[in-house]
Nanobody, 121 residues
Framework: QVRLVESGGGLVQAGHSLILSCASS????????MAWFRQAPGKEREFVAG?????TYADSVKGRFTISRDNAKNTVYLLMNSLKPEDTAVYYC?????????????????WGQGTQVTVSS
């Protein structure tokens, strides 16, 4: 059974940083594509960053966010710098059954419960 558990969300001021963690059990993070998505109130869930053979970022976070993984801890991270109020959302960790990257949420079979990130202006 695959389980993804996110942590690290919270309330921060604009311009500050947060790091989110996604601990995986039942799925090895180095053998599949892992990704972060986010969903703001009233909006659709959107792709933020993914890591598989390479890393990929949404244009809105490129240069500010960094996705990484620690294979020994079987954990994926999302370092978020220079946060903006428009980054406010529930952030979800997701995993595929395959290593081939897709930014489409429909391509991910496993999801965490989400962690709230709120950025105040």
């Amino acid at each position: 059974q695959v389980r993804l558990v996110e942590s690290g969300g919270g309330l921060v001021q604009a311009g500050h940083s947060l790091i989110l963690s996604c601990a995986s059990s039942g799925r090895t993070v180095s053998s599949t594509t892992m990704a972060w998505f986010r969903q703001a109130p009233g909006k659709e869930r959107e792709f933020v960053a993914g890591i598989g053979r390479t890393t990929t970022y949404a244009d809105s976070v490129k240069g500010r966010f960094t996705i990484s993984r620690d294979n020994a801890k079987n954990t994926v991270y999302l370092l978020m710098n220079s946060l903006k109020p428009e980054d406010t959302a529930v952030y979800y960790c997701a995993a595929q059954n395959f290593i081939t990257f897709t930014p489409d949420s429909q391509g991910y079979q496993y999801w965490g419960q989400g962690t709230q990130v709120t950025v105040s202006s």
